[in-house]
Structure formats: C-alpha cells, structure tokens
C-alpha cells in the first residue's frame, strides 16, 4: 500500500490539471465572426470601421457603384445619355438646324454632335466641344496643324488658314486644315490613321469664364459640307446664361 499510494495520488493530481485545463479552454472566448456586408462583402464598413485611404471631398464610398452611364472617350461618341457627367460649359451656343446635341462620352468632352449622314458608316464624324485641354490657343492650333501632311511634302501651316474674330465678347481663333491626317485615334495606343483627304475644322474660344474647344476632324468633301453649321455654332457662342 506505502508504494501504490503516490502513484495514486499523482494519477489524482494529473486528472484534476487536466480538468483544469480543458475547463480554461472551453471558457476560452471565441472571437465572432465578421458580418459580411449586404451584397457581397464590398461596399460599407462595419461600423466605427476608419476610413481607407484619403478620399477627396464628394468622392462615392470606396467599393460602392460607379455612377450610371459611364462611358468611353475618343474615337466615336456613345450616344445619347452615354457619357459621364461632364463639367459646365462657361458658355451657351445654338445647336445648328439640323445637329443634334449629345452629352460628352467622357469628362473632357462638354457636348457633341454626330454630322448627319455620318452615323453608322465606316466613317462616322462629330463635331466635339471640348474643355480642360492644357496648352494655350497658338500651341493648340500648331499641334493640331502638325497632325496633317501634305502630298507635296510643303509644311501644312502655309495650306492652314487661321482667323480670328470677336463673338458676343468673346474671342474665337477658328482653324482650316486638309491633308493627310496622322494623329493617333486614341492617345497613347500608337495607332495613326494615316488619311488621306482629310480635313480639320477647329476652334478656340476664350472668354473671363474659361476656354473651350472645337473640334470637327474627318474627310474632307464631309467637312466641306458641314462648315456652315460649324460657324454656325461659333457664331452663336456667348456667355454662359445668355
């Protein structure tokens, strides 16, 4: 018995720790699960969540819908209610007999217009008010200028014709250009047109408000057709509201 004894006691010893033990394990707080988000898992946070990142003011919640009718810039426009809200024009304008007015297919673009005759074929063409393009007015004529070559190798800016007048106040610098036209179509994707017989009607209004431009780029016997709408629509320009 004197030796059996503390074997027993220890055996009595080790099922209490072990009591012990699984009691504090099973006590053990179990961390709840976080609750997924109505739709998904993106969108709000849990409450009290901080902020992610430094959003500017006025900015969607981060992971929330982009904003309907999101659209695609250059080449051809989207159609009617296809662009993304486009900031204010400083100025008002007539649109010509005939045109009709579009919302721009992206920020940059304030409005446009498809020149009849030209939708749906292999080579629609519009007539697009511009804003936000950087540079002043004789740096944007030269640029566009130098998209055209000419079939005699001479420098397209002696075949430009440039003028400028003064439009309810404000300043308007209008550009005439044909050649072949090598801009890309779409910035950044090294792709050229490269046409021959084409044409470039242009402008650049300025006023205390800001500074527009227009743009109307295509072949040449479509330009010729349409410049009398084209100046049509400068000539209507004026302060915004009036």
Do not use: Y
Request: glycine share 18%.
């Amino acid at each position: 018995m004197t030796l059996r004894t503390p074997l027993f006691t220890i055996s009595l010893t080790a099922l209490a720790l072990g009591v012990l033990l699984l009691t504090g394990c099973a006590e053990e707080p179990i961390p709840a699960p976080v609750p997924t988000p109505p739709g998904g898992g993106a969108g709000t946070l849990p409450a009290g969540h901080p902020p992610v990142g430094n959003l500017p003011a006025g900015h969607p919640p981060a992971g929330g819908a982009m904003g309907a009718g999101m659209g695609v810039g250059m080449g051809g426009g989207m159609g009617a209610g296809a662009g993304a809200a486009a900031p204010a024009a400083p100025f008002s304008w007539d649109v010509p007999e005939g045109w009709t007015q579009l919302r721009g297919a992206n920020s940059m673009r304030l409005a446009q217009f498809p020149i009849p005759g030209t939708e749906g074929t292999k080579t629609p063409v519009e007539c697009v008010v511009f804003g936000g393009i950087v540079g002043g007015t004789d740096a944007n004529i030269a640029r566009w200028i130098g998209q055209f070559k000419q079939a005699d190798g001479s420098n397209s800016k002696d075949a430009a014709k440039v003028t400028k007048s003064e439009v309810s106040g404000l300043q308007v610098t209008r550009l005439h250009v044909t050649g072949t036209f090598g801009a890309q179509m779409v910035p950044g994707k090294g792709e050229a047109l490269n046409a021959a017989k084409w044409g470039m009607l242009g402008a650049v209004i300025e006023g205390d408000a800001g500074t527009i431009f227009l743009k109307l780029v295509g072949p040449a016997d479509v330009l010729d057709g349409a410049a009398a709408s084209f100046d049509a629509l400068l000539n209507s320009m004026r302060p915004a509201g009036n």
